[in-house]
Nanobody
């Protein structure tokens, strides 16, 4: 079983930066594919970024490209999401996801999820 715990959320102003962390435990999570998704009020959960075990990164969601950076530290079993130049439209619950074999943008294909962390960006 894989457990994922997100942290680093909070209330910030537009233009600020935040770094989210996702600590993974359980199986050999260092070989898992990891991703960040987010869900705004009244909207579907959407893909943000994904990274595989070797550090290769999929194209970011257009809405965050150039502002967000995903990274991982396999020694710490932790994935990060550095978020710069935050905008009010980035307000959402951010979820960490992991899968042993799938690496993509489809949320339904990720087997493991964290509980989410709230990001609120005020204008």
């Amino acid at each position: 079983q894989v457990q994922l715990v997100e942290s680093g959320g909070g209330l910030v102003q537009a233009g600020d930066s935040l770094r989210l962390s996702c600590a993974a435990s359980g199986r050999t999570v260092s070989t898992y594919r990891m991703a960040w998704f987010r869900q705004a009020p009244g909207k579907e959960r959407e893909f943000v970024a994904a990274i595989n075990w070797s550090g290769s990164i999929l194209p970011y969601a257009d809405s965050v490209k150039g502002r967000f950076t995903i990274s991982r530290d396999n020694a710490k079993n932790t994935v990060y999401l550095q978020m710069n130049s935050l905008k009010p439209e980035d307000t959402a619950i951010y979820y960490c996801a992991a899968d042993r074999t799938y690496w993509g943008t489809q949320k339904s294909n990720y087997a493991h999820w964290g509980q989410g962390t709230q990001i609120t960006v005020s204008s």
